[in-house]
């Protein structure tokens, strides 16, 4: 199984990394299955990969119940949330498990050097074009 890309806002990263924050939020669906590995990069300033956390679970429903049911998770104040979800009618809370921090985080500008690497807006799945150090932290990092 592939492991997953995540882009992250930097202070939701160390969040999840810090064991604060179970529940990432998503806009749409997401269709990995549980037991994924994610790859979780921090966007700017930090532009990095920082750690990895797995895919324990998903729930999809309407913004207002994925509020109700994981509020106390999500590491939001509940005007953001609302700011997020504004005009959506999907949420999806991703459940995260095994949160493990990077000893150096891989910078952005190192993982061009060796590949043409973009990070994902979102989410994607890591492919055989991206550098070998990504498509191998999951087994080096003993997930």
Do not use: C, N
């Amino acid at each position: 199984m592939r492991p997953l890309l995540m882009s992250l806002r930097p202070r939701f990263a160390e969040a999840i990394l810090d064991g604060t924050k179970t529940v990432e939020l998503r806009r749409t669906r997401l269709s990995a299955p549980d037991g994924t590995h994610l790859i979780l990069y921090a966007s700017s300033p930090v532009m990095a990969v920082v750690g990895t956390a797995v895919l324990i679970g998903r729930d999809t429903d309407t913004p207002a119940r994925i509020w109700r049911r994981h509020r106390k998770h999500v590491g939001l104040l509940r005007t953001e949330y609302d700011e997020y979800f504004d005009g959506s009618e999907t949420a999806t809370a991703v459940h995260l498990g095994v949160p493990r921090r990077l000893a150096t985080p891989w910078a952005l500008s190192a993982l061009r050097d060796t590949a043409k690497f973009q990070p994902p807006q979102s989410y994607r799945f890591v492919s055989d074009d991206d550098p070998v150090q990504l498509r191998d932290l999951v087994s080096t990092h003993h997930l």
